[in-house]
């Protein structure tokens, strides 16, 4: 809860916070949506905050979004290793448990300015493709 605290301290930008909806004690400027169905139609903002996690990222760069990712911690560190490489690539903006409030707004702040490195990496059409392949390996 003090992550969410440093991140939402900005009381001049709004946010909403989407997933396992707890009992946070969260201040007027943050909507707790819990879980959603359809996260391209819960996120309207141009800048996310989120976990490092293979779909969540695919998801996520499909909606050409600007990512600041948050890796929660693994056993295999898989997450810091993903968002890791995506900020090296200049795709998303890397964030770290331990900053301030501080560190949290500056960061917002890059992110507003930020132009993702993300071309080409989302498909949109992939999946028709996939669904051809599939047809006329069955067929």
């Avoid at 979004?65 to 995506?86: C, F, G």
């Avoid at 900053?99 to 949290?104: C, H, L």
């Avoid at 300015?113 to 599939?134: C, D, G, R």
Wanted: hydrophobic share 40%; aromatic share 6%.
């Amino acid at each position: 809860e003090s992550v969410l605290k440093n991140i939402t301290k900005d009381q001049n930008t709004q946010f909403t916070i989407i997933g396992n909806k707890r009992d946070y004690d969260l201040d007027k400027n943050c909507t707790p949506l819990g879980t959603v169905k359809n996260i391209s139609e819960a996120i309207v903002g141009d800048v996310v905050i989120s976990a490092a996690g293979q779909n969540t990222i695919a998801e996520l760069l499909s909606l050409n979004k600007r990512l600041i990712l948050l890796p929660e911690p693994r056993p295999y560190n898989e997450q810091v290793i993903h968002a890791t490489m995506l900020a090296n690539q200049h795709v998303a903006l890397l964030a770290q448990e331990t900053f301030s409030a501080e560190q949290w707004q500056n960061l917002l702040q890059k992110a507003t300015v930020f132009t993702p490195s993300s071309k080409n990496l989302v498909n949109a059409s992939a999946p028709e493709a996939i669904a051809q392949k599939m047809k006329n390996w069955y067929a």
